[in-house]
């Protein structure tokens, strides 16, 4: 049999999420945007690249000219789809971008999209996407960063295994100077959803003071933190679990979630995490795999493009933690009254 054709690739948005070069280490490279990430599939072959920006369009051609020296620029989508047919496509644009890119590009015929999160800025526009890239047989991906990072998937094999009895309540909270709704709230959101295994059915909620009555369109497509609210929310999820998200606006860059059961509870702060029961106090490490974070991410990508399948990144969950946002902006504007969420996912 003769080798399998190389899937090749376009990214849209250069900025660093989907252009930058990481730095040379001797224990190698860690793939810190969507071009490094693929790079770092031998299955894929980045053809053409295009942001309105011409500079950045250059600046990428020359940051990547020894590992792609074909490299195409285009500073326009619609002349990229035509000219450079890619199989793939990474969408990188400020998130208000976002439906217009994957509808055209999959309108197009690109059999695969990586979109960066969130996937829209609403459901509406979510439902465009998804609808676009079912009628053109388009697998359109999310990359939702802690559905490929191995901690988390440790984090729901512990539950799995009951090491902290029944699961009573997870909370999650987030801080930094862009702990957005629409940005690090939405990861925030899709994570409590990934590890209680069921989508939310109700929310209550509140925004960060000075924003009442924001909505997705008044922000600037997430480039300016101070165009776009914090939030704190209660949830309540269809298998009965409670939860609580908190976004907190400061300097410094904080992670911390905590899963409460009946036996124990499991820690996470930042990329330390820990299994807590009255007998003891246990580091939960993953094992050091290949591939992770977007380098998982493109291989899932390919994976499913070629092979077909569930991907970790699926758009129907994305699109559920956007319903969650929704439901919790309509809760804010009625004094945090409980709200019902949308229609959920077959699986979160």
Sequence with gaps: MGAVRRLTVAIVGLTPIGARRPASTPFGRVPVSHAAGYATHRGCLVTA????RYDLVQ???EAWEDTWPALAGYTRLEQLLTEACPDLLSVCTPDDRHAEVVVAAATAGVRGILCEQPLATSTAAADRMMAAAETAGCRLLVHHNRRYDPLFHLVREVLRLGEIGELRHLRCTQA???AMLL???VAALDLLCFLAGSPVNEVSGRLERGFEGWRPEHGD????????PTASARLRFANGLEGAYDGLRTRHQEFACELIG????IRVRNRHAELVTAQHTQPLVPPPYDTVGLAAAVADLCRVVREGGRPLGEAAAARHALAV???LLASAAQDSHPVAVGPAPEAA
């Design 49 to 52: 690249v295009c942001d309105r």
């Design 59 to 61: 600046a990428c051609r």
């Design 176 to 178: 930094g100077p862009r």
């Design 183 to 185: 940005r690090q709230g």
């Design 221 to 228: 497509g997430g480039h300016d933190p101070r165009s776009e």
């Design 262 to 265: 009946s036996e124990g509870s």
């Design 325 to 327: 946002v929704e439901a």
